[in-house]
T-cell receptor
Framework: ETGVTQSPTHLIKTRGQQVTLRCSSQSGHNTVSWYQQALGQGPQFIFQYYREEENGRGNFPPRFSGLQFPNYSSELNVNALELDDSALYLC???????????FGPGTRLTVL | GDSVTQMEGPVTLSEEAFLTINCTYTATGYPSLFWYVQYPGEGLQLLLKATKADDKGSNKGFEATYRKETTSFHLEKGSVQVSDSAVYFCALNSGAGSYQLTFGKGTKLSVIP
């Protein structure tokens, strides 16, 4: 059984650019959630997807958007990058009928 | 809204010392409670969980008991090892169809030989 994988590992962008982060869910999982973890802080919930539909969102602006694909892989897109978007972005997958989520290793985004 | 408050770090202990990391929460309904661990440069790993009052979660010598009356879920280990050095996060999920986890700020533990 493969775990949750994320790509890329690290990414450097400049302010105003757009970025796409990718996540591959663990086999058998049908939900995916994305979190932002600023340095020295706990992860903050961005949004979650189930059956390719967004069904929950945290306090993040619309320039944070996502997709979940039929094979349960997922993308996080961030437009008009700001310096404060620099963080570790974590993807977590799980099963809708089981209250447990499994995290990927994260993508470290640096915005200059 | 939901919130988690956990002990500020960093915490430094000698090997074989007793560990307690305090965690209290505020939530509507009956949340599930979790402890996650993050090793340097890695993502989060689920350490243990409890889904209802008085449940005790345990794993790798760590334990935490869901105390509804005090809204707490303190993490304990009787004898820490150097390999336990990491950041520990307390988290909750309120359920009701949401998979959202609300995390505390994390407590960094350093264990010295």
């Amino acid at each position: 059984e493969t775990g949750v994988t994320q790509s890329p590992t690290h990414l450097i962008k400049t302010r105003g650019q757009q970025v796409t982060l990718r996540c591959s869910s663990q086999s058998g999982h049908n939900t995916v959630s994305w979190y932002q973890q600023a340095l020295g802080q706990g992860p903050q919930f961005i949004f979650q997807y189930y059956r390719e539909e967004e069904n929950g969102r945290g306090n993040f602006p619309p320039r944070f958007s996502g997709l979940q694909f039929p094979n349960y892989s997922s993308e996080l897109n961030v437009n008009a990058l700001e310096l404060d978007d620099s963080a570790l972005y974590l993807c977590a997958s799980g099963r809708a009928d089981y209250n447990e989520q499994f995290f990927g290793p994260g993508t470290r985004l640096t915005v200059l | 809204g939901d919130s988690v408050t956990q002990m500020e770090g960093p915490v430094t202990l000698s090997e074989e010392a007793f560990l307690t990391i305090n965690c209290t929460y505020t939530a509507t309904g009956y949340p599930s409670l979790f402890w996650y661990v993050q090793y340097p440069g890695e993502g989060l790993q689920l350490l243990l969980k409890a889904t209802k009052a008085d449940d005790k979660g345990s794993n790798k010598g760590f334990e935490a008991t869901y105390r509804k009356e005090t809204t707490s879920f303190h993490l304990e280990k009787g004898s820490v090892q150097v390999s336990d050095s990491a950041v520990y996060f307390c988290a909750l999920n309120s359920g009701a169809g949401s998979y959202q986890l609300t995390f505390g700020k994390g407590t960094k533990l350093s264990v010295i030989p």
